[in-house]
């Protein structure tokens, strides 16, 4: 059974950071595009973040470029997420996907297409 667990989201104060992880167990190859999304409260989800487990190039938002960072970890499967210097516009449930069909991180339109592995998410509170 495919699963992505999330953890690591919480409450903190504006100017702070947060690191979230995604544990990916079942799948049945690592080599695998694996994104961070995001949706905040009355609007649609967004994709933030996105990198490949078997490559180095990494896409960012404009919004969260050069404040947050994407890693991978292949001897653990999981994929963390540091977030620093975090802004009340960043309060949001954390999603992490997984697309492992031709797996790519070239967003279609501005948005990620065809990731069809979800986490349940974690949800990140930032106070001002």
């Given amino acids: 059974e495919v699963q992505l667990v999330e953890s690591g989201g919480g409450l903190v104060q504006a100017g702070n950071s947060l690191r979230l992880s995604c ?4 799948f049945a190859t690592n080599r695998y595009a ?3 999304f995001r949706q905040a409260p ?8 996105c990198m490949l487990t078997y490559g180095e190039n990494t896409y960012y938002a404009n ?5 947050f960072a994407i890693s991978y970890d292949n001897g653990q499967n999981t994929v963390y997420y540091q977030m620093n210097n975090l802004q009340h516009k960043d309060t949001a449930v954390y999603y992490c996907a997984v697309l492992t069909r031709y797996p790519t991180c070239k967003p279609i339109g501005g948005r990620f297409l065809g990731f ?3 986490g349940q998410g974690t949800k990140v509170t930032v106070s001002s």
């Fill in 34 to 36: 694996i994104a961070w």
């Fill in 116 to 118: 069809d592995s979800w």
């Fill in 63 to 67: 919004s969260v470029r050069d404040r």
């Fill in 23 to 26: 544990a990916a167990t079942g």
């Fill in 42 to 49: 009355g609007r649609d989800r967004e994709g933030v973040s």
